[in-house]
């Protein structure tokens, strides 16, 4: 087991320095680096002022959709829950930070672990589809054929959504289908699937979170927004959506550490497809990354001292293990 997990290491290690010396030759760096050379470091610190709201925002998301799940836990601790597992996804793999979110919650306020794993990945869904559609309105007012593209891929989107909901949740599949070797899945389902059953039985409630997320990537579009300006990079607020849709989609899978580089490329190309240069784009990308992970990490360290949960000294796998065999209503 141990030497599977050292070449899953060396594997993944190999493969980003591949991604990064594939961008890299994608690239002109003195292009680059005459753009981030001219920066205004007002339009900056405007930037990084702009992006604190939105976590304050995710914690209370957050806070909400744990309430409509029956769990009661304050804003302050709301707050730097999210901001410290968001940035624990930075350094840790797998999004193994959403996992010691969730512990943070259980052990200070007595979170049942399948509800709090929801609550988390219900957030996460909120980010995928607000994101989506946000960039598919923007996609959709560049030029017709993109837009008709944009709004054929968005209504995909929406009926795959529907049809999964309907058939996991409402109608329990997935239940019938774990079957032998896949019957040692059962209890992660049934701790996911009935918490998310009560999620979507409240519609106005699910409204409201959505509508956070509006705000939350709005934010998100004027932070990238102010860092052109500062950057002198010709850019429109369509295209600032489109960019940020696709750079965090190539997040999904990370291939890098924090996804720098994949991240980057996604968005300049994006923006490369507008009609902005490819070295501004990633210029662009890379100060809006590091700005929103640096201002991530520096709130998160906050977060933690204050949280007074030992989240660094947990055994991840012995919590995933917990996690699995955790009944939804248990503690």
């Known amino acids: 087991m141990a030497e599977a997990g050292i070449g899953r290491r060396v594997f ?9 010396v594939l961008v890299g030759l994608t690239l002109d760096l003195d292009a680059v680096a005459t753009t981030l050379a001219d920066a205004d470091p007002v339009w ?24 409509d799940l029956g769990d009661r836990v304050p804003i302050g601790p709301a707050v730097a829950f999210a901001t410290v597992g968001n940035m624990l996804n930075l350094v840790l793999p797998a999004k193994a930070g959403d996992l010691l979110w969730t512990h943070a919650a259980h052990e200070r306020f007595g979170v049942p672990y399948g509800r709090g794993l929801v609550s988390v990945l219900a957030g996460r869904v909120l ?51 774990l079957r032998g070797p896949l019957q040692r ?24 979170h959505g509508g956070t997320t509006l705000v939350i990537w709005g934010i998100e579009a004027l932070v990238a927004w102010s ?26 899978v990370p291939l890098t550490p924090a996804s720098f580089g994949t991240y980057e490329a996604a968005g300049a190309a994006a ?17 809006e990354h590091l700005l929103k992970n640096l201002v991530n990490t520096a709130l998160g360290l906050v977060a933690m001292m204050w949280t007074d949960v030992p989240v660094l000294r947990v055994d991840l796998q012995a919590l995933r293990a917990r996690a699995r065999l955790q009944a939804p209503d248990k503690n």
Not at 44 to 67: I, K
Request: overall charge positive; glycine content about 10%.
């Open 12 to 20: 993944g290690a190999l493969v980003a320095v591949a991604v990064l």
């Open 44 to 67: 900056l610190v405007a930037a990084a002022m702009a992006y604190l709201p939105s976590w304050w925002l995710r914690g209370w998301r957050w806070q909400g959709l744990a309430a």
């Open 127 to 177: 980010d995928l589809v607000v994101l989506l559609a946000l960039g598919a309105a923007a996609f959709g007012t560049t030029d017709s054929d993109v837009a008709s593209a944009a709004w054929a891929s968005l209504g995909g989107l929406v009926v795959l959504l529907l049809l999964g909901w309907t058939l996991v949740v409402r109608l329990r599949l997935g239940g019938l289908l």
């Open 185 to 208: 899945v059962r209890p992660v389902h049934d701790a996911l699937v009935e918490p998310a059953a009560r999620l979507g039985a409240r519609p106005a409630r699910l409204a409201l």
């Open 227 to 252: 860092i052109a300006q500062g950057l002198a990079v010709e850019v429109t607020i369509a295209g600032v959506f489109v960019a940020i849709m696709v750079a965090n989609l190539s997040k999904i």
């Open 271 to 287: 923006l490369a497809a507008l009609g902005v240069a490819y070295a501004s784009g990633f210029a662009l990308l890379l100060v």
